[in-house]
Protein backbone atom coordinates (compact mmCIF):
# COMPACT_ATOMS: atom_id res chain seq x y z
CA UNK A 1 0.00 0.00 0.00
CA UNK A 2 0.65 3.58 -0.63
CA UNK A 3 1.32 6.60 1.31
CA UNK A 4 1.27 10.07 -0.01
CA UNK A 5 2.14 13.21 2.11
CA UNK A 6 1.71 16.35 0.24
CA UNK A 7 3.62 19.79 0.65
CA UNK A 8 4.52 23.40 -0.45
CA UNK A 9 1.24 24.67 -0.49
CA UNK A 10 0.42 28.39 0.70
CA UNK A 11 -0.35 31.96 0.35
CA UNK A 12 0.71 33.39 -3.12
CA UNK A 13 0.27 36.27 -5.41
CA UNK A 14 -0.96 36.36 -8.77
CA UNK A 15 1.53 35.67 -11.41
CA UNK A 16 3.36 33.96 -8.90
CA UNK A 17 4.80 30.17 -9.39
CA UNK A 18 5.25 27.46 -6.75
CA UNK A 19 5.89 23.97 -6.52
CA UNK A 20 4.15 21.18 -4.73
CA UNK A 21 5.92 17.83 -3.57
CA UNK A 22 4.17 14.41 -2.88
CA UNK A 23 6.32 12.13 -1.24
CA UNK A 24 5.13 8.56 -1.60
CA UNK A 25 5.95 5.72 0.67
CA UNK A 26 5.59 1.83 -0.29
CA UNK A 27 7.80 -0.43 -3.15
CA UNK A 28 5.27 -0.33 -5.85
CA UNK A 29 5.83 3.68 -6.17
CA UNK A 30 8.13 3.79 -9.28
CA UNK A 31 5.05 1.31 -11.50
CA UNK A 32 2.38 4.21 -10.32
CA UNK A 33 0.78 6.18 -12.67
CA UNK A 34 0.34 9.83 -10.28
CA UNK A 35 -1.98 12.40 -10.33
CA UNK A 36 -2.63 15.66 -9.10
CA UNK A 37 -6.13 16.55 -8.44
CA UNK A 38 -7.79 20.04 -6.64
CA UNK A 39 -11.11 21.02 -4.95
CA UNK A 40 -12.13 24.53 -4.92
CA UNK A 41 -14.72 25.61 -2.01
CA UNK A 42 -18.20 24.54 -3.01
CA UNK A 43 -17.08 22.48 -6.31
CA UNK A 44 -16.63 19.39 -6.89
CA UNK A 45 -12.70 17.57 -7.16
CA UNK A 46 -11.02 17.92 -10.62
CA UNK A 47 -8.46 16.64 -12.53
CA UNK A 48 -5.09 18.61 -12.79
CA UNK A 49 -2.35 16.46 -14.51
CA UNK A 50 -0.96 13.02 -14.23
CA UNK A 51 1.94 11.50 -14.89
CA UNK A 52 2.51 7.73 -15.55
CA UNK A 53 5.50 5.40 -14.97
CA UNK A 54 7.31 5.71 -18.21
CA UNK A 55 6.77 9.81 -17.42
CA UNK A 56 3.96 10.83 -20.03
CA UNK A 57 1.99 13.76 -18.83
CA UNK A 58 -1.43 14.55 -19.18
CA UNK A 59 -3.11 17.91 -17.88
CA UNK A 60 -6.69 19.71 -17.44
CA UNK A 61 -7.08 22.36 -20.06
CA UNK A 62 -7.22 24.88 -17.52
CA UNK A 63 -3.72 24.50 -16.52
CA UNK A 64 -1.70 23.44 -19.91
CA UNK A 65 1.00 25.42 -20.22
CA UNK A 66 1.09 26.88 -17.20
CA UNK A 67 1.61 23.82 -15.08
CA UNK A 68 4.40 20.91 -15.09
CA UNK A 69 4.19 17.48 -13.58
CA UNK A 70 7.06 15.54 -13.01
CA UNK A 71 8.55 13.08 -11.11
CA UNK A 72 11.79 11.29 -9.50
CA UNK A 73 11.50 8.07 -8.65
CA UNK A 74 15.17 7.70 -6.92
CA UNK A 75 12.82 10.07 -4.19
CA UNK A 76 9.70 8.45 -4.60
CA UNK A 77 8.11 11.93 -5.32
CA UNK A 78 6.35 13.35 -7.74
CA UNK A 79 6.34 17.71 -8.19
CA UNK A 80 3.57 20.12 -9.49
CA UNK A 81 5.06 23.21 -10.67
CA UNK A 82 2.58 25.51 -10.77
CA UNK A 83 3.83 28.85 -12.81
CA UNK A 84 1.29 32.14 -13.87
CA UNK A 85 -1.22 31.21 -11.11
CA UNK A 86 -4.27 32.51 -11.37
CA UNK A 87 -7.04 33.37 -8.58
CA UNK A 88 -8.83 30.55 -9.49
CA UNK A 89 -6.24 27.86 -9.27
CA UNK A 90 -7.31 28.51 -5.42
CA UNK A 91 -7.66 25.29 -3.77
CA UNK A 92 -6.99 22.15 -1.83
CA UNK A 93 -4.84 19.92 -4.27
CA UNK A 94 -4.68 16.39 -3.36
CA UNK A 95 -2.19 13.51 -4.69
CA UNK A 96 -3.30 10.60 -5.91
CA UNK A 97 -1.94 7.10 -6.89
CA UNK A 98 -3.12 3.15 -7.50
CA UNK A 99 -4.90 4.22 -10.69
CA UNK A 100 -7.54 1.54 -11.52
CA UNK A 101 -7.95 0.33 -15.22
CA UNK A 102 -11.73 2.82 -15.23
CA UNK A 103 -9.10 5.58 -14.44
CA UNK A 104 -10.01 6.09 -10.46
CA UNK A 105 -7.39 6.58 -7.95
CA UNK A 106 -7.47 4.70 -4.84
CA UNK A 107 -5.15 6.09 -2.90
CA UNK A 108 -5.10 9.69 -1.74
CA UNK A 109 -2.76 12.07 0.24
CA UNK A 110 -4.64 14.60 3.37
CA UNK A 111 -4.33 17.66 0.59
CA UNK A 112 -2.04 21.33 0.39
CA UNK A 113 -3.90 24.29 0.38
CA UNK A 114 -2.78 26.97 -2.09
CA UNK A 115 -4.51 30.20 -2.03
CA UNK A 116 -3.65 32.98 -5.47
CA UNK A 117 -4.87 36.74 -3.70
CA UNK A 118 -5.15 39.06 -7.16
Known amino acids: QVQLVESGGGLVQAGDSLRLSCAASGRTFGSNSMAWFRQAPGKDREFVASITWRSNTYYADSVKGRFAISRDNAKNTIYLQMNSVKPEDTAVYYC????????????WGQGTQVTVSS
Open 96 to 107: ASGRTESGSYTV
